[in-house]
């Protein structure tokens, strides 16, 4: 049974740090490109970040963020662990929201922030207050 199942979330003060992770059971995450989305109370889901699969080659992969996060959030994989993390720096408090990881079977090495991923995880919530 294909299975993704995120971690890491939690209460944290702005300008503070979580890692995220999104660990895959039942399949290799790096067959597919993985993306990060998350979705506030009252909003609508986005795209925050994702990585696109390796290929076979080791040192690959394109990335891309959403502008809001752009030089506060990391996204990695770690393919021995089959993980992909999200490491999420100076959050701040509109980050709160539901964080959902999913993966995306493609033909290509790339990856998109837009909706269209083939499975997902529940989701871990993150909530940033002082």
Do not use: H
Not at 13 to 31: I, K, N, V
Not at 53 to 58: D, F, L, M, P, R
Not at 119 to 124: E, I, N, P, R, S
């Amino acid at each position: 049974q294909l299975q993704l199942v995120e971690s890491g979330g939690g209460l944290v003060q702005p300008g503070g740090s979580l890692r995220l992770s999104c660990a895959a059971s039942g399949f290799t995450l790096d067959d597919y490109a993985i993306g990060w989305f998350r979705q506030a109370p009252g909003k609508e889901r986005e795209g925050v970040s994702c990585i696109s699969k390796s290929g076979g080659s080791t040192n690959y992969r394109i990335t891309n963020y959403a502008d809001s996060v752009k030089g506060r959030f990391t996204i990695s994989r770690d393919n021995a662990k089959n993980t992909v993390y999200l490491q999420m720096n100076s959050l701040k408090p509109e980050d709160t929201a539901v964080y959902y990881c999913a993966a995306q079977r493609r033909l290509d090495r790339l990856c998109v922030l837009v909706p269209g991923y083939d499975y997902w995880g529940q989701g871990t919530q993150v909530t940033v207050s002082s």
